[in-house]
């Protein structure tokens, strides 16, 4: 496959698992894909990889604990993000990756 591409995004995110349940996961990205990847060692789930390509639409749900939610063809993965995050340029990061430009919502 040759060298891996550039890191863009690293950060820890709490990916929505259940109606009120979180898990912990590292989002990292690179110019062709978003990778989710689980923090608790305790589980037993596999990193989940998801194509630039395969992302329908990409939300930013700003509210006292903003939440980015990516669309795919198959599913939707909602993720908390720290209060104290650098939005724009996570924004801009994902928009690098994915090729597509942001939905900005307030709830």
């Known amino acids: 496959m040759g060298i891996r591409e550039a890191i863009t995004i690293d950060i820890l995110v709490r990916l929505r698992t259940g109606f009120y349940q ?5 989002m990292e990205s690179t110019r062709s894909e978003i990778v989710l990847t689980p923090q608790d060692h305790g589980i037993q ?32 993965y909602r993720c908390l993000l720290d209060s104290n995050i650098d939005l724009p340029k996570l924004l801009s990061a994902i928009e690098d990756t994915i090729g597509t430009t942001i939905l900005i919502r307030t709830l």
């Open 22 to 26: 979180t898990t912990p996961y590292r």
């Open 45 to 76: 789930q596999r990193p989940i990889m998801i194509d630039a390509d395969a992302v329908v639409s990409v939300s930013l749900i700003r509210k006292k604990v903003p939440e980015i939610e990516i669309e795919t063809e198959s599913e939707t």
